[in-house]
């Protein structure tokens, strides 16, 4: 149903890089509506982490980066820690369907 | 501290209607700078939105297109809260539902404040 595309999971080592695409279409991501980050732990609801595409809400650790590229978007995670072993979602607005739209999520393994 | 406290059933039979409600503390659900939405997760469907309403001189609702037909979302503003309400559920609609404040950004809307779900199964 989702119609952002994510890999299912990412993994790294402890203090490693890993990057999270986010593929979407000329009626969301490419019509230049912004992408959104979100990090779900088990058994909790989403929580934003980057918004209009790179921008950090405080209290979020600057190793969460974002980018926006035509029609995908990144989430870049520097120096992995344990604690960002979850859930991750991007999210934007589809002209198309005159609605917001998620990614398919992809989790995140500290190995 | 803003918070989000969500209430209702958590068991729906078949065919029946849904009804969830969002208690806002620390906001109004009048605010002209945001607007109050459901999501709901389920594994066959991932994250989806369903609507939202806000105001903005007058009250607007907009919905998605895969429920629009059964869906309403309503604000209280007696009770500073908003609600959802689903028509003519099936197993599918089976889901833990969200509602979620919506923040205006220049080009989209982000969601910034979750309540902590509801897991509403749909069964007889």
């Known amino acids: 149903q989702s119609v952002l595309t994510q890999p299912p999971s990412v993994s790294g080592a402890p203090g490693q890089r890993v990057t999270i695409s986010c593929t979407g279409s000329s009626s969301n991501i490419g019509a230049d509506y912004d992408v959104h980050w979100y990090q779900q732990n088990p058994g909790t609801a989403p929580k934003f982490i980057i918004y209009?595409?790179?921008n950090r809400p405080s209290g979020v650790p600057d190793r969460f980066s974002g980018s926006k590229s035509g029609t995908s978007a990144s989430l870049a995670i520097s120096g992995l820690q344990a604690e960002d072993e979850a859930d991750f979602y991007c999210?934007?607005?589809?002209?198309?369907?005159?609605?917001?739209?998620f990614g398919t999520g992809t989790k995140v393994t500290v190995l | 501290q803003v918070q989000l406290q969500q209430s209702g059933p958590g068991l729906v039979k078949p065919s029946q209607t849904l009804s969830l409600s969002c208690a806002i503390s620390g906001d109004s659900v009048s605010s002209n700078s945001a607007a109050w939405n459901w999501i709901r997760q389920s594994p066959s469907r991932g994250l989806e939105w369903l609507g939202r309403?806000?105001?903005?001189?007058?009250?607007?609702?907009e919905y998605a297109v895969s429920v629009k037909s059964r869906i309403t979302v309503n604000p209280d503003t007696s009770k500073n809260q908003f609600s959802l309400q689903l028509n003519s559920v099936t197993p599918e609609d089976t889901a833990v539902y969200f509602c979620?404040?919506?923040?205006?950004?220049?080009?989209?809307?982000?969601?910034?404040?979750w309540g902590r779900g509801t897991l509403v199964i749909v069964s007889s």
């Open positions: 309403t806000y105001y903005l001189s007058k009250w607007y609702n």
């Open positions: 999210q934007s607005y589809d002209s198309s369907l005159s609605g917001f739209v």
């Open positions: 979620a404040r919506g923040a205006s950004w220049p080009r989209g809307w982000y969601f910034d404040l």
């Open positions: 209009g595409n790179g």
